[in-house]
């Protein structure tokens, strides 16, 4: 299991497309939750779950994953 959080100043409803995409379409997760400050994956026995909390100027991108350790390290390095 991974957990990871990151500093950026991206606007919530990228991240969350950001998310989509790369866990959703490119890995193949499929997409179990989404709303504006979250969005949630499942898949091959494990998950990733990505949220977004708001601070000021910028947003903090907490990102939790079992089975799926090596990509949520690969998509928080492209934030």
Not at 19 to 35: C, H, M, P, Q, V
Not at 39 to 64: C, K, P, Q
Request: charged letters at 30%.
């Amino acid at each position: 299991m991974i957990r990871m959080s990151k500093k950026t100043k991206l606007a919530p409803a990228e991240i969350i497309k950001r998310a989509s995409n790369y866990f959703g379409t490119d890995i193949g997760l499929s997409e179990k939750k989404r709303n504006p400050c979250c969005i949630f994956f499942e898949g091959t026995g494990g998950y990733v779950s990505v949220n977004l909390v708001e601070e000021d100027m910028h947003r903090i991108v907490e990102i939790e994953g079992r089975e799926w350790e090596y990509q949520v390290k690969e998509f928080m390095g492209r934030l």
